[in-house]
């Protein structure tokens, strides 16, 4: 059975840094992307950031959010620099897409880890 945890979240002044880990156990993905996505109250979930052989961002984190992945340890990173009040959400670590990585259709999704910044 495939289980996704993620961990790191927490709050933050705003221009301040998070680094969320998410670990992936039951098999390997290094044939799979790996996204992060987020939703914050009242809003649907927004595509974040995907990596496959590339890495594509959101407009609204570009150049202010690094994702990465270690294929040993299983596992996909998203280093948030820069934070924004904005950027407040819970953040949920995605593998395997079924269709285009921005599209919140994913096969397998963790629990998801709240990040908050403030003003």
């Known amino acids: 059975q495939v289980h996704l945890v993620e961990s790191g979240g927490g709050l933050v002044q705003a221009g301040g840094s998070l680094r969320l880990s998410c670990a992936a156990s039951?098999?390997?993905?290094?044939?799979?992307?790996m996204a992060w996505f987020r939703q914050a109250p009242g809003k649907e979930r927004e595509f974040v950031a995907a990596?496959?052989?590339?890495?594509t961002y959101a407009d609204s984190v570009k150049g202010r959010f690094t994702i990465s992945r270690d294929n040993v340890k299983n596992a996909v990173y998203l280093q948030l620099d820069s934070l924004k009040p904005e950027d407040t959400a819970v953040y949920y670590c995605?593998?395997?897409?079924?269709?285009?990585?921005?599209?919140?259709?994913?096969?397998?999704w963790g629990q998801g880890t709240q990040v908050t910044v403030s003003s």
């Open positions: 990596i496959m052989w590339s890495r």
């Open positions: 039951g098999r390997t993905f290094s044939d799979s992307a």
């Open positions: 995605a593998v395997d897409p079924k269709g285009m990585m921005e599209a919140p259709d994913y096969t397998y």
